[in-house]
């Protein structure tokens, strides 16, 4: 069995993974799920960040792993490598996913960091063209993945082929368009299952309400659901979110299309939109578009909403910067 | 724009509490040597030093 689990993780950490991104993105589009909305602008943008950045990152990675660390702790060598599988896969999950939940985290909660991580929020869909995307410099300081290598050179590579083939099927179905989770919550027999599964992992549901493009409406919440791998720590750090439905409009509520050199490099690179946050002068985080009241024919005391992307601006903390 | 005071806090408490969930496996791990007798670590000495012997080229010199 564990051969098995081994030969498939090693294919998927392979070239299986952009292979499967690949299929998914075709039934994607066949299925007609991107609305138009993937237009010239986004396109690059997607495609350069699903291929440029490994491209970059490889290198390095193979640099702190076979030169710089066998340079400065020789002696370390392997030296965890009698840590039981099981033991071994624990350690490398927790590490790298709750250093990833802090990252992640951070970007969102700390105005400075938030231009950075924005890139892959201003996506106004969901799906495999915009799970790689990514600001270079977002992707580049991903700091679980230096703590993976330096477990792995101490002796855990063989749990970390697991955890990397878990994580990325894991990751790649919750950014899906696919919404594979609805059968667990339509069924009344899959729904201790589903109790389970949108605690412990991330699903469509709860990644999907993360890309928002509002909060606080009862579905989006941008303002928390930051788990990848395991959504048991927003569970556990009180920052989930879980409706067992999905957003009605995605990305950014004052997204106008920044060009995507300036979305990859910022802030080599600024956005020519003004009032961006990319833009020269742009905000660090700017405040959410607020969809305006339209007063009902039946009643025209009770003003009512046009969407469900209302956002109360007395809600709105210097912490709600997506 | 600053960070609110609010977040700021409920960093710091989940920062400490993430400490103690990153130590939590290696804890669990030797708990379980210590129940079990389990001494995986000296297994690995002693084939490394078999291996020193066998293979001189593994010897210091």
């Not at chain 1, 709750?98 to 991580?117: A, E, K």
């Not at chain 1, 890139?119 to 700091?143: C, D, E, K, V, W």
């Not at chain 1, 989770?181 to 589903?194: Q, T």
Request: no cysteine; net charge positive; proline share 6%.
């Amino acid at each position: 069995m564990i051969k098995f689990l081994e030969t498939i993780s090693q294919s998927l950490n392979g070239l299986g993974f952009p292979a499967l991104i690949l299929l998914l993105g075709i039934l994607e589009f066949s299925l007609g799920l991107y609305e138009k909305r993937w237009t010239k602008n986004e396109r690059i943008l997607d495609i350069v960040s699903f291929i440029f950045p490994p491209l970059v990152l490889a290198p390095v990675l193979a640099f702190l792993g076979l030169k710089f660390l066998p340079h400065i702790i020789p002696q370390y060598h392997n030296a965890f490598s009698w840590v039981p599988f099981i033991w071994g896969f624990f350690i490398i999950a927790i590490a790298d996913d709750l250093t990833q939940y802090w990252y992640h985290r951070l970007h969102h909660q700390i105005p400075f960091l938030w231009r950075f991580h924005r890139t892959h929020h201003s996506a106004p869909y969901m799906g495999m063209a915009m799970a790689s995307r990514q600001n270079i410099i977002y992707t580049f300081l991903f700091s679980q993945i230096y703590l993976t290598v330096i477990l792995v050179y101490l002796g855990l590579g063989y749990p970390a082929l697991f955890v990397r083939a878990l994580k990325t099927l894991i990751v790649t179905f919750a950014h899906s368009s696919i919404k594979w989770d609805k059968p667990f919550y339509k069924y009344k027999i899959l729904h201790p299952v589903a109790w389970v599964l949108e605690r412990l992992i991330s699903t469509p549901a709860t990644h999907h309400a993360h890309h928002s493009s509002s909060t606080d409406d009862g579905v989006g919440y941008y303002k928390g659901n930051f788990g990848n791998m395991f959504f048991l720590w927003d569970v556990i750090f009180g920052t989930a979110h879980i409706s067992r439905r999905y957003p009605k409009a995605y990305g950014i509520s004052h997204y106008e299309g920044d060009e995507w050199y300036a979305q990859l490099l910022w802030p080599i690179l600024k956005s020519k939109k003004e009032g961006s946050e990319l833009s020269r002068r742009g905000p660090a985080v700017r405040e959410d578009i607020v969809a305006e009241p339209v007063l009902s024919s039946a009643d025209q005391h009770q003003p009512e909403f046009q969407t469900a992307t209302i956002k109360s601006l007395n809600n709105l903390s210097p912490s709600a910067i997506n | 724009m600053k960070i609110d005071p609010q977040t700021q806090k409920s960093i710091l408490r989940n920062a400490l509490l993430s400490v103690f969930i990153y130590l939590l496996p290696i804890g669990l791990m030797f708990g379980s040597f210590y129940i079990t007798g389990k001494r995986p670590w000296k297994q690995q000495q002693r084939t490394t030093s078999i291996n020193k012997n066998i293979n001189p080229i593994n010897k210091k010199p």
